[in-house]
């Protein structure tokens, strides 16, 4: 067997493989990874510069050498096209290279499993009825997938029974029937076993990242990103758990938005890749415990209120139509079960996703979302907590705040000497914002250049601090018309910042005091979720969200969750697996122990200087 090229692409967490040596652009395209390529590949425009981190003395090119800086080369970055891929390599894809579709990730580092999807489609060429042979139509169906397929059937959905007669005599007693744990969920006239899909979701309180999947090669076809509509009814759980409950209607209401704008996004989804809804076979949902129920449409009182009770803790399978789902009409939607009121299946998902349980040694998995969820893999199994860090990170409750869209400022670096910023904005467009990447880049490099102290207080004796109209001590990012035009931090920007890294940082240090090790006995790190693989680890490690921590331990793995949920979507084995893990994981609650406060008190603070990397 030919030995396959091996791309390991950072901050994406994907792994590409080629069979013979290829352009890097090419590769990289063909793998379906969003890189600028503004000049096409002629080597002019610069867009296309990747890192190349595991290799020494890389050629360098002409149109390379008019494009980079010297100091660029020398740290390994090239322009991906004209870099030839042959042999294996880590790559990393700076922010400025990736394309706007890839900072809205929704998908992530996928390991490879077993494709055994719970449908699939049998084509039957039925015996035609006569007089002398009146089997009804479905025993019919149901005698044939035993003789050809030796499949067992015991039912079909009251739906797809009524498409039946149709299906059978419009196509000369030719069919497909798809069979799903004993059930004929859809029958299709005539031979229709090439199309097999299925969609996995994973429902964020911010973002709704679904993918169009193949459940017989297990290959995502296509995905979207939507934002979650249920924000105009609250930015976090609570409020919208509080609005859910405060009038009859309003449970009603807050799921027909969030069905309504996930039918419209399959909808699209579908035209695009020239696939109808209705053979969309399945459909698996994860997400915290309140989107979960709040999907469903099920009752959150309970849930809304100390001890946080969840409906159920089991995974559940409901017929989407029930939903108001509009896929196939027999298709069911498959639930993964919560771990607790507030560790949702999205968090069970990313741990299934990143095999964390078959790991070797001491493990942090941590999805930063709106909700952080944190679990901690020792030799004594996993516990999980939940922390409510808030959307400072997408950008809510900041000065100067927005959502990863074009203009906003997503990196930032101050000049050792001049302190001066140097900023990024995504499409490189005018700056109108500053998104959750660059808030957290602004904050570890004002901490870095000392204009905050480790109270995260700005040093107002420095020329660079200056008064907002307010009053307000601020570091301005970007000032083009004096007071009229500018965007900066403010001293409120860091408390909010310093409450959401704290939430994460307590969790993470109750964690490890419950389970009695330190901080140097972790071996690796895991960020998952779409923030968590576009942010720069070293300022994670900067702003103190986690102690000191070397930086090649740390893996983005982008939204696992999704993955997770595109597993149990393609293997009945990892439903069982997810399953049995959903009872294996322990739950702590943060807000009862008894060291929460002083942990959260500790963790407000920045680090040291020394501690600054
Ligand atoms: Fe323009 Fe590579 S695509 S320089």
Not at 195 to 209: C, E, H, V
Not at 363 to 390: C, R
């Amino acid at each position: 067997m030919d030995k396959k090229i091996k791309i390991d692409v950072e901050p994406i967490g994907k792994r590409i493989y080629i069979k013979k040596p290829t352009n890097g652009l090419n590769a990289l395209v063909d793998a379906g990874i969003g890189i600028k390529t503004v000049c096409g590949g002629e080597g002019t425009c610069g867009k296309c510069r990747i890192m190349i981190l595991n290799q020494k003395d890389i050629p360098v090119n002409e149109q390379e050498k008019n494009m980079l800086t010297e100091d660029e080369i020398n740290k390994g970055v090239r322009l991906a096209c004209q870099q030839v891929f042959d042999k294996d390599l880590d790559i990393y894809i700076p922010a400025a290279s990736l394309s706007e579709e890839q900072k809205l990730q929704v998908v992530g580092e996928e390991r490879e499993i077993e494709i055994d999807p719970i449908c699939n489609k049998y084509h039957l060429k039925l015996e035609k009825a006569t007089l002398e042979d009146t089997t009804p139509d479905f025993d019919r169906v149901k005698n044939a997938l035993k003789k050809d397929y030796s499949v067992d059937v015991e039912t079909i959905d009251y739906n797809v029974l009524k498409l039946l007669p149709k299906a059978i005599r419009d196509n000369k007693w030719e069919i497909t029937a798809t069979v799903r744990d004993k059930e004929i969920v859809y029958v299709e006239g005539g031979d229709k076993t090439g199309g097999n899909y299925g969609i996995a979701i994973d429902l964020g309180t911010t973002k709704i990242a679904i993918l169009l999947v193949d459940l017989k090669t297990g290959k995502t076809i296509d995905s979207k990103g939507i934002m979650n509509p249920q924000i105009s009814y609250g930015e976090d759980v609570m409020s919208r758990l509080n609005f859910a409950i405060s009038e009859e209607k309003n449970l009603e209401k807050i799921q027909k938005v969030v069905i309504d704008n996930i039918n419209e996004a399959l909808k699209k989804l579908c035209k695009k890749n020239k696939i109808d809804c209705k053979e969309l076979l399945e459909m698996t949902v994860v997400g915290n415990t309140a989107m979960h129920h709040l999907f469903l449409g099920l009752p959150v009182r309970q849930l809304s209120f100390s001890p946080f009770i969840a409906l159920s803790g089991q995974s559940l399978s409901i017929k989407a139509r029930e939903v108001g789902i509009n896929i196939s009409p027999g298709a069911y939607i498959y639930m993964l079960p919560s771990i607790a009121g507030y560790v949702g299946s999205d968090h069970l998902a990313m741990l299934l996703a990143t095999d964390i349980e078959s790991q070797e040694g001491n493990i942090i998995g941590i999805d930063i979302g709106t909700n952080t969820e944190i679990g901690l893999k020792t030799k004594d199994g996993i516990t999980s907590v939940s922390t409510a860090s808030g959307p400072a990170f997408e950008g809510a409750h900041i000065n100067y705040g927005m959502r990863a869209a074009p203009g906003a400022i997503e990196r930032v670096v101050i000049e050792p000497e001049s302190y001066k910023p140097i900023i990024q904005t995504i499409g490189d467009k005018k700056p109108v914002g500053i998104c959750g990447s660059g808030i957290l880049d602004s904050i570890a490099e004002l901490r870095k250049a000392e204009l905050i102290n480790t109270r995260g207080k700005f040093d107002k004796e420095s020329k660079f601090i200056t008064k907002d109209s307010q009053g307000n001590s601020q570091y301005l990012l970007y000032n083009k018309d004096e007071n009229e035009d500018l965007i900066s931090i403010n001293q409120k920007d860091i408390v909010e910042i310093q409450l959401a890294k704290g939430a994460m940082r307590t969790g993470i240090d109750i964690l490890m005091d419950n389970a009695g090790i330190t901080f140097d006995k972790i071996d690796k790190i895991i960020i998952a979720g779409a923030f968590g693989s576009y942010i720069d680890p070293k300022n994670v490690i900067n702003i103190g969200m986690f102690p000191s921590f070397p930086i090649n331990k740390i893996y983005q793995v982008g939204n696992a969750a999704g993955v997770g949920s595109k597993r149990v979507l393609i293997s009945k084995k990892q439903r069982i697996n997810a399953e049995k893990l959903a009872k294996k994981v322990d739950y702590l609650e943060l807000t009862t122990h008894p060291k929460f406060s002083d942990f959260f008190v500790n963790s407000m603070q920045f680090p040291e200087p020394e501690r600054i990397i």
